[in-house]
């Protein structure tokens, strides 16, 4: 069963700085204690009481709404075996003093708040609370295990001068599991203590031996110790519900010392693995994939030759072909996939104000999409932001299209009417222009209203029908003069846009 009870703290304190800071000055579950809950003022703070059930609150004595002063009193009066802390400032003596005298147990000022000064504080606190006087060999004896896993996660080996008694106490099963709650992408950080209850619940009810430790920023886990070697299976109640975690379980080992191996090896992978697919609700290692299809590298250069060329479709389709095969490699290291989408956002932001488009809106929001991206929890939040970027980045080419488009289809238009007697084609125009040619196709219909060969066709033909009324010129050498190597093709695209054959024509204008 649990080794122990932690004792639970309520932060009350109207400046989020300082309750983060709080929560970050220990490493609470390693030195007995539990952050249960946060709130920004008295009012607050009561109505979390009953939920969250804190052995001591720990509060601010200036505040708006309902301050320190109040929230003791009224605290006191309601349930008397909560202990209470004041934080306070200098010259703030005589709020203090009336605390004390409603039954705050002690006090902090808030310019020599220290970890030191805190955990003293907080321990003097706790040992006034009778239900947790009764477990404190066993707690002391927790916190040593925790300082063993926490090694061991780290690295490091089991140092021999432990007790083999007391650890055989502590694991006195033969094998072992690792039990991760992946609570990254949990919107309300408070529902991470109502997982634990459903997990704890769980694991009470299966008669299984453990010991709770926290690695990193919302990862919590459990290194359970068991009779047999086996796959853990648990009921579909403990996954029920909308709360976005994940539930991560290794294979069964049976030597102590290959924890720090089972965590920085194989949870770290099913770690990244349910950043890629973080749908996966419970994962188990034999689950994880071996075989994946690493995608080649990102070809820089060609990206930013198409874009540099205006061949925006192009670039961008590129770039989600090469996204989407990137984000089904769950081996790609999270931060390095991170950097990746940080770095095309800057690129692409220093291309378009290189090509003189108004990147103003662009420059402002870089940094707050930025952001967005390191703080994501998944593939599909970096996504999303690279998503919206885009959509920004196409209004602003969009912008500068409908200023300058058609002064690109004119160039090409006066192109064609001043080589149509050339060779001419999609591809050779697209090359000249810089254009890929599917582009140029697609470019050319939607600013003409009709496609490459079309008009260059009408502008040869309609060269054409001017030689057969102004001049003698053989009719088998005109096709050569409007630039068609191929004289009956040249008679059958005349015939199809005038109607009737060159020779018909020519006859017909001479009887006008």
Known sequence: MKTGELCRILIVDDEQLIRQGIKHYLQWEQVGFQIVGEASNGKEALEMIEKTKPHIILTDIVMPI????????????????????????????????STFQSGAVDYILKPKLDSETLLKVLTTAANRIPSLKSIEKEDSFALNIGNIIDKLIAGYEIETD??????????????????????????????????KSRIEKELDSKGMHYHSFTEGNNVSGYLLNIKEEENLEFTDELLNGDLNFGILITNSFNNLSDLGMKFNEVIKKMLQYRFYFPELKLMTEKELPTNVCVPISFNLDKFTNDFKH?????????????????????TTDMFEYKSFFGNIIFNITILLGNMNFEVNELENKKFTFFNCIDEATSANEVIEQLNIFILEAKKCIAAKSSQTGHSNITMILE????????????????????????YLSSYFASHNREGFNEYLNKIRIEEAAKLLVNK????????????????????????KLKGVSPSQYRRSQKLN
């Open 66 to 97: 309902m301050d320190g002063e109040e929230l003791t009193r009224v605290v006191k009066s309601k349930y008397p075996q909560i202990e209470i802390i004041i934080l306070s400032s200098y010259g703030e003596f005589d709020y203090v003093r």
């Open 162 to 195: 432990y007790d083999s008694k007391a650890l055989s106490q502590a694991f006195p099963h033969p094998y072992f599991s690792l039990f991760i709650v992946d609570s990254r992408n949990l919107k309300n950080p408070e529902n991470v203590t109502q997982i």
């Open 415 to 438: 192109y064609i009417e001043e080589h149509f007697a050339e060779p001419l084609s999609l591809t050779g125009v697209a090359h000249h222009f810089h254009f890929n040619p599917t």
């Open 472 to 495: 003698a010129t053989p009719i088998s050498e005109i096709s050569g003069l409007v630039g068609y190597s191929d004289h009956s093709y040249f008679c059958k695209v005349f015939k």
């Open 310 to 330: 205006e061949r925006f479709d192009l670039a961008f389709s590129y770039l989600e072909d090469y996204v989407k095969a990137l984000s089904n490699n769950y």
